[in-house]
């Protein structure tokens, strides 16, 4: 870095070009964090839907652009639809404004790499029609990526939609995976889902690859997968761990509930949140809330404006008497800061749809799962959870509130739950040498810098 007229300048500077979804916009955002650390200036272009906050980066710079998207899409909620759409309508402007930026005088005014969301990859080919390098962000594990891969190839042998009767099998060449967890789509059409696979499975003209997940946790699959890649793959995460303390979240985080954990005994409270996009039943609303009641523990609960299909107002999709009936020992909240919560004593357990970003952060702070995956790679993860970290347990079943008070209790008091705490401690324990100076995150996160500085 130098300094001219007292202002800062960073030689390099970066566009990032996030996917307008809570569970990607973190990582970007964690990403751009700590690469402005490091010295590089940032820009975000992102599009009107979902828009990051610029409030809590006070030093990037935030450009909106036209995404097109019409009212009824956005609220069809449909994603491989919003997401092929967002990538055709978003390339022109994406185009012009990085274009805008090539032609600056300033000396930091040029842009030196795009880093765009795999989910984005209509800015990939903006780079090289601009003759910018490009690298490739992805916000997942390992074994989704390899999952749907796999999915592709069943649709290519016309074995899809796979058929009720091998849902339960094991998939030969993907352990610990039964068919029914491979992730596929809930949307139609499904020719949609498997253009935007199609797209996210290669890197084509991208010069690096840089994945949110860890050497401990995916080791295997990582060698396998860079045995394949032309370019260079770097493991950097979990990225939170390196870009502390700043929100990314598009809802605003209800910190009373601090407080609230504050008073609880250690290790004694259930964190409930099934993410941002997940939706359940009336119904299924009702068994949590009653499975939380019987169950006797303290529990903090996000349910989401749209949690629940087709409705908006919690107050109203919460059973009659289940507030009045748990007081002070449950706490409900529309949108929570997750990554303290994780990491508060009080925390014993997370009941969650286990995204990865969720998975990974509740990893990070030695906390056990119950896994209720939704869609997607929820499922894929939840059972990486509950059969390779064997950190958690998923509850498979349709949602009634006995079963779900006697899952609470097996993971939050009983000896079941206890061996998966030791085990998620000793994984808290693995991320923080990875994360640590000479870890494998901490050194990928290195030569990334350098890699990017060689621009
Ligand atoms: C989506 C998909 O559902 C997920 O499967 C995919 O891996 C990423 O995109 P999402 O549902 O948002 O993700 O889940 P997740 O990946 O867990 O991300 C949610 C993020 O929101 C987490 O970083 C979490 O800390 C944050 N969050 C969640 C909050 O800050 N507050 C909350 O109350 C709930």
């Known amino acids: 870095m130098g300094s001219e007229g007292g202002e800062v300048i960073r030689p390099h500077h970066l566009v990032l070009v996030p996917c307008p979804y809570q569970g990607h916009i973190n990582p970007m955002l964690q990403l751009g964090t700590i690469l402005h650390s490091r010295g590089f200036s940032i820009s975000i272009i992102h599009t009107q839907f979902n828009a990051p906050c610029p409030r809590n980066h006070p030093d990037f710079r935030f450009i909106p652009i036209p995404d097109g998207l019409p009212d009824s899409l956005i609220s069809s909620g449909n994603i491989p639809a919003i997401l092929l759409a967002v990538n055709a309508n978003c390339h022109t402007p994406l185009k012009d404004r990085v274009a805008r930026m090539m032609q600056s005088e300033k000396p930091n005014g040029k842009v030196s790499c795009i880093i765009y969301d795999e989910l984005i990859y209509s800015a990939e ?21 390899l999952a749907r891969d796999l999915i592709l190839r069943l649709i290519d042998q016309g074995q899809t939609p796979l058929q ?44 690096a690859v840089i994945w949110n997940t860890l050497d401990c946790l995916e080791n295997s699959l990582l060698d396998q997968v860079k045995q394949q890649c032309q370019v260079p793959i770097f493991t950097v995460g979990p990225m939170h761990k390196f870009a502390p303390q700043l929100s990314t979240s598009l809802l605003k985080e209800d910190y009373s509930c601090i407080p609230w954990l504050d008073k609880q005994a250690e290790k004694s409270v259930i964190y409930v949140s ?3 996009l997940a939706c359940i039943s009336q119904h299924e609303l009702a068994e949590m809330a009653w499975g939380l009641t019987k169950s006797n ?25 289940f507030k009045e009936g748990v007081g002070e020992r449950g706490r409900i909240v529309q949108w929570a800061p ?26 990070a702070e030695g906390v056990p799962l119950i896994c209720r995956p939704n869609f997607a790679d929820q499922k894929v993860t939840a059972r990486y959870v509950t059969h390779v970290w064997k950190v958690g347990m998923q509850l498979e079943e349709e949602l009634e509130r006995e079963q779900v008070a006697a899952a609470l209790r097996r ?45």
């Open 411 to 455: 993971l939050m008091v009983e000896k079941e739950g206890i061996e998966m705490r030791k085990r998620a401690m000793e994984l808290k324990a693995r991320v923080e040498i990875g994360t640590r100076k000479g870890g494998s995150s901490f050194n990928d996160l290195d030569k990334l810098i350098k890699t990017i500085r060689s621009f």
């Open 125 to 145: 080919s903006v780079a090289n029609s601009l003759g910018i390098p490009s690298i490739m962000l992805r916000t997942n594990t390992v074994s989704t990526f």
């Open 338 to 363: 997750q990554k303290e919560i994780l990491a508060h004593k009080a925390v014993a357990g997370f009941w969650s749809h286990c995204g990865w970003n969720s998975t990974v952060e509740s990893i």
């Open 297 to 321: 523990l303290p529990f903090l609960w996000v349910v989401r404006p749209g949690l629940v299909r087709g409705t908006r107002n919690i107050q109203e999709s919460l059973p009659d008497g």
């Open 164 to 207: 009720d009767s091998i849902m339960e099998e094991p998939v030969p060449e993907h352990y610990p995976l039964r068919y029914k967890d491979l992730p596929t789509t809930i949307f139609k059409p499904v020719s949609n889902f498997v253009e935007m696979v199609e797209n996210l499975r290669l890197v084509r003209t991208s010069s």
């Open 274 to 276: 099934l993410g941002s």
